[in-house]
């Protein structure tokens, strides 16, 4: 097949307009809403688990709670409701998107101060009702802010707009980890009892859940949104409008050019990242390191690293073609291996471990930020945003979660040094894919479509 090549920008934007595209409105009303998605994981993760160890749960009890997570891994299902339905006065006061925001976050703040108000000592079972009412109001959220990032936000700021989104999610679900577990302590120091300090705890964490109605209240709908035709409507039958949603988002993307070397590539890119950092853990451990030398370095140093990471990989989206940008985050995730396996040279040094911590959370936040962003791209079709945006994002976690299950087989067989080679071996696939899909000219196409898109905006 003979290759075009792919559409570059008619000029390339200067460093400042490269950096001023992160104040501009709508991108900041992203990375708000970034903060307000953030912010309630841990309240039914976490947090809620050292609330119940405290209460004396067992530990049994304690891991079955795992299974509150599970709307998050499956809110695909109910994303084709989101697509397809208004919210009753809301949507019309409102707009869709932003009626589904604030129908969302008001039952997020109603689940949390819920949660807060149950006993895990006492009434396990409430805790475990009240925490899934939270999981599931904020596995919606999440389904609906991506759908109103997608449509708001052409793809020269989808970088821009995931970089930021992701630092203010990392700040929203610091908050309500570090956050509330320091304001418990705060609370018991006032006087109030055990169970007081973790309630009012939650309690403030639902008040900073508001901070996600103003930023709907600031914010527009989507021009894309608020200007498409909605087909489905003509039906009053609301099942059959989900239905049709639901079947409408398979069939436009799998009608699409390489829509299946496009879904590969989709659970691929990500895989030599997520094979390295499933075992990044037991090897600091393994290695001789404490678990403060983990936590001090780990999650302290390697969330800088991550944020700066993130907003480096929106500067190089937004200054580079998609394919590009994919490329780069390609190679600098599967180089970011390599690191690792002079770590298992080096041995337990201090020194050396926050270098390899700092070039793997840093290049794997690139690689993110850059990835989010091309799935953004795939996503703009006005009546499927979400349910299609889901789809993807729960195919890429077939290779976070599934494919990478087996990399603890593989280090123990070989040893550390050649493990995190052969972890850098497994993004060659997703090279292959990602060469041909650009030989195939679906960079190109998506270039064609975005353009279409901003001459709307």
Sequence with gaps: MTSTPELAPAARPSFASTLAVYLR??????????????????????????????????????????????????????????????????????????????????????????????????????????ALLVAAASATQDIVIDAFRVESLPDNEQGAGMASYVAAYRIGTLASTAGALFLVTGFEGLGLSKGDAWAWGYYTMAIL???????????????????????????HNALQRVITSAVGAFSEFLTRDSAFAVLAFVILYKLCDAFAGTMTAPFVIDLGFTRNDYAAIVKGVGLAATLVGGFAGGLMFRAFPIATSLWIGAILQMVSNFVFTWQAYIGVKLWALTITIIVENFTGAIGTVIFVAYLSAL???????????????????????????????????????????????????????????QRSNHFASLAKQDQAFSDLD
């Excluded at 109605?213 to 087909?231: C, D, K, Q, S, V």
């Design 209 to 235: 859940a508001v901070i996600g109605i103003f930023t709907t209240f600031l914010a527009r709908e989507p021009e894309l949104r608020a200007g498409a035709a909605h087909p489905d409507k003509r039906t």
């Design 25 to 130: 409105p709508r991108v900041l009303i992203v990375m708000f809403l970034g903060f307000s998605s953030g912010l309630p994981l841990a309240l039914s993760g976490s947090t809620l688990l050292v609330w119940m160890r405290e209460t004396g749960v067992d530990l049994g009890t304690i891991g079955l709670f795992a299974l509150v997570g599970t709307p998050y891994t499956l809110k695909f299902i109910w994303a084709p409701v989101v697509d397809a339905l208004d919210v009753p006065l809301l949507s019309r006061w409102f707009g869709r998107r932003r009626g589904w925001l604030l129908l969302t976050q008001i039952l997020l703040i109603a689940a949390i101060i819920f949660l807060g108000a149950c006993d895990p000592a006492t009434a396990p079972g409430m805790v475990a009702f009240g």
């Design 379 to 437: 996503c703009k079709s006005p009546q499927h945003t979400a349910t299609q945006y889901a789809l993807l994002t729960a195919l890429a976690a077939i290779g976070r979660t599934y494919l990478s299950s087996s990399a603890g087989f593989l280090a123990e067989a070989v040893g550390w040094g050649t493990f995190f080679m052969l972890s850098a071996v497994v993004a060659v696939p997703s090279l292959v894919l990602l060469a041909w899909l």
